[in-house]
């Protein structure tokens, strides 16, 4: 990894860029006390930058105390004993309770180690685009959550490749990154699969999926696990005013969807767990309790927010897949 980076399309002067690409590489011990560093001449000609833009990076440097100059020779580290915090751009899809959970162990274990900017996309590619772009080069890491929005991959890759961390959902065009992430996916079919005793006792499995903002993983779970044990399923994008059919178990990813399936059971005068059942996704403590407890398909948002604080503190660069399971309550 190189000790210098500049990346001209970045809204960051580029003597600052200089600047936080030795404290970054002094901080992850790339650079200890007394090496050198690249002569002015080889920093204005690899990147295309004036002679006296490197020096205003090496001069704030040195009255910093943080590096110091021998005459005829070169710049050196002085001291790895400065105070570097870290800024890092949390770029989340949206802010609901299990992504609170998430937000808040990510922050326990970075422990003050670095200031935090968070920001919300609400799943708008335009939003996604603009706040990316407007914040590159702003920051020392980026923590991005892309969902499955349409050109992700490309706009995530005009960032700092080695500042980059992918969270929640990844792809193949993702997959260069560090990450902790889901695989929703096998997620889906082996936690269906851990309750397949319960789920045989219903005549057909509905799945209410919008692909607007549900990862395509969850619908592909799904039909490989009803495909391979030949349950009759369905997959429809919304309930709104639908009428449940007893003997039937809906799977139900969005939290507004569980409302309304709850509020139409209530019309129906159906008991959930007896009549019909439900599944959801990501668990909340509210779901303990509602209709004597809703089974979930959850991945650990704690553990989640944990690792990813850990990957960063510890310059780890891993793609690591989060522990999901099903949690059977009273629902199925």
Not at 111 to 126: C, K, L, Q, V, W
Not at 138 to 163: C, F, G, Q, R
């Amino acid at each position: 990894m190189k000790i210098i980076s500049v990346n001209k399309r970045q809204d960051l002067p580029k003597y600052k860029q200089i600047i936080l690409s030795v404290e970054m590489s002094i901080a992850e011990k790339r650079l200890k006390r007394g090496d050198k560093l690249p002569s002015v001449n080889k920093v204005s000609l690899e990147f295309g930058i004036s002679r006296d833009t490197v020096l205003l990076a090496y001069d704030e440097l040195k009255k910093r105390g943080i590096i110091y100059a021998i005459l005829g020779k070169g710049y050196y580290v002085k001291s790895e004993d400065f105070s570097f915090e870290q800024r890092i751009f949390l770029l989340f899809d949206e802010l609901n309770a299990f992504k609170e959970d998430l937000y808040n162990s990510f922050m326990a274990t970075i422990n003050r180690n670095a200031e935090i900017d968070i920001f919300f996309h609400y799943f708008n590619p335009e939003v996604f685009k603009k706040l990316v772009h407007d914040n590159n080069g702003n920051y020392s890491k980026y923590i991005i959550m892309p969902t499955n929005l349409v050109n992700a991959a490309s706009i995530i890759k005009t960032l700092p490749p080695e500042d980059v961390f992918i969270l929640d959902q990844t792809n193949n065009e993702l997959k260069n990154y560090p990450s902790v992430h889901q695989n929703h996916s096998k997620d889906t079919f082996n936690a269906l699969e851990s309750g397949k005793i319960q789920i045989e006792k219903y005549k057909k499995l509905i799945l209410i999926f919008s692909s607007y903002k549900q990862p395509m993983g969850m619908k592909e779970g799904f039909i490989a696990f009803c495909e391979k044990y030949q349950i009759p399923y369905d997959i429809i994008s919304h309930f709104e005013n639908n009428e449940i059919q007893p003997g039937n178990l809906y799977l139900i990813p969005d939290d507004r969807h569980l409302v309304n399936v709850i509020e139409q059971s209530k019309i129906q005068k159906l008991n959930i767990g007896t009549d019909f059942g439900i599944i959801s996704y990501n668990d909340t403590p509210l779901k303990k309790v509602v209709a004597n407890g809703i089974t979930t398909i959850s991945t650990d948002f704690q553990e989640m927010g944990r690792i990813l604080a850990e990957l960063i503190l510890n310059q780890r660069k891993e793609q690591i897949e989060n522990k999901s399971s099903l949690i059977l309550r009273g629902s199925l």
